[in-house]
Every structure is written in C-alpha cells, then in structure tokens.
C-alpha cells in the first residue's frame, strides 16, 4: 500500500494524456511570441525567440482508470459505460472524454447536455443528484469555441464526482440551461452569464447577479481591459486602477 496522500497519488499517477511529437506541435496556430506577446516595443525578458502554441484538444484512452490512477480499468470507465449504455446518442453527443489529475470530463456538444445531465441524474447506476457549481472559461484562440460552461456534479449516492463541459463561439454565445434538470444551477448561471456573457436558453430568469444590471461587457473575459473600465459614482468618474495614481 503506498503511503502517498491520496491527492499526491492522483497528481502523480493520474495524469495520463498522451504526449504529442514536435510535428503534432508545430500543426497548432500560435498564441503569443515572446514571454509577454510585446508587439509594439522590443521583448527584453531574454525570451524574445518563446513560440507559444495553442494547446491541442486531447482525449483520454482507455483505461481511464479512477481519482487514484489509470493504469487499468476503474470508476471512470464504470461511470462512461453506464452513461453510453443508459444515453442511445452516447457517440454522437460526447466529443472527447479528458482524464487529467484524477477527474473525469466528459465534453459534450451543447445540444445534447440537458439530455446528458437528466441521464445522469436519473439512471440509478449513475445518480448524479446534485449540480454543486457551474462555471465558465473563455479561451479567445479557440475558434469556434471560444466560451465553455463548466458544470460539476455529484453522486451522493455512490459518492463520485464528474464534470460536464459544453462549448459555444462567441458569435453564437448560447448554451441550455440546466435549471429544469438542476434547480441548484441557477444562480450559477447567472453568475456565469455576468461575468462571461453566456446565454442560458430555458434560464427562468436570466439577469445580472453581481454587476449592475446596465454594465457593459462581462470582466471575467480574457478580452476586457486588464486594468478595469471607469466607473461612474455619485456623480464622479472613478478611472480603473492603473490609472489612478501618476508618478510623472
């Protein structure tokens, strides 16, 4: 029996992604040059040569294994044959099964995910009772997918957690809400729309959670100005942060 943590053991053992040769590498569109991605000026941090590409999109193969390891069939791989034997659209509705630092994401095309999650709510070799988060992450380079709704489910019942992950372009920022399925999910997804502009189709109420109700963009986006926007207050203009105080 090792006497690793079991959160050491995970870090250490289930990490099994495949690795990608240099040409698989090069084939990737490039996301910044340089340490800081410096356009207008000279790169002076030594690292002006740095080529940073876009990560690919990589799919677990079997064994998944479980929180512990993958180095032979487990938990993970009983949760995706129930789900592909309970959901008759298994193939055409999961993109890619990821297993990475022992947690299981199932990426699931938007269509399909309230489908997805009334399964896994309901099939009793599942029971995925309750939605304890969603969240949301914009990656600007992911044409096509820019904005992905993340949402966390748990077994209380057979006390397993997995992750489902539904993508969007931001032309078309549209995603179905899960409140019909999971009631718990909808303040996450406000907050989720606040901060990432998307739209959660069937939401009962679908406004603003922690910005005012009038704000323009959505801050968590990596497109939003870095140092914050102005803002009006009692009739002054607060300038962002980095504009505050000048040493000249």
């Not at 603003?208 to 140092?227: A, S, T």
Request: a negative charge.
């Amino acid at each position: 029996m090792s006497s690793q943590h079991p959160e050491q053991q995970a870090e250490q053992g289930a990490d099994k992604l495949p690795a990608h040769t240099e040409e698989e590498r090069r084939e990737q569109p490039v996301v910044r040059k340089g340490m800081f991605g410096a356009r207008t000026t000279g790169d002076t941090s030594g690292y002006g040569g740095l080529v940073v590409r876009q990560s690919p999109k990589v799919s677990a193969a079997r064994p998944y294994g479980g929180p512990g390891g993958a180095a032979e069939p487990g938990e993970f791989d009983d949760v995706a044959d129930q789900l592909e034997r309970a959901y008759p659209d298994f193939g055409d509705a999961i993109e890619r099964v990821v297993v990475d630092r022992g947690e299981l994401t199932f990426f699931v095309k938007r269509e399909h995910l309230r489908e997805v999650a009334k399964t896994m709510r309901d099939e009793p070799s599942l029971r995925f009772e309750l939605c304890s988060g969603v969240s949301g992450v914009h990656y600007p380079q992911d044409e096509g997918a820019e904005l992905h709704s993340v949402v966390h489910l748990l077994s209380i019942t057979h006390n397993r957690r997995v992750r489902l992950e539904a993508t969007c372009p931001d032309a078309d920022p549209h995603i179905p809400s899960l409140v019909p399925v999971y009631p718990t999910s909808d303040w996450h997804e406000r907050e989720t729309y606040d901060f990432f502009g998307i739209v959660y189709d069937g939401h009962p109420a679908l406004t603003r959670i922690e910005m005012p109700d009038d704000w323009v963009g959505h801050p968590q986006r990596k497109d939003y100005p870095l140092g914050g926007i102005p803002v009006e207050y009692r009739g002054a203009e607060i300038p962002p942060p980095d504009e505050r105080r000048s040493y000249t």
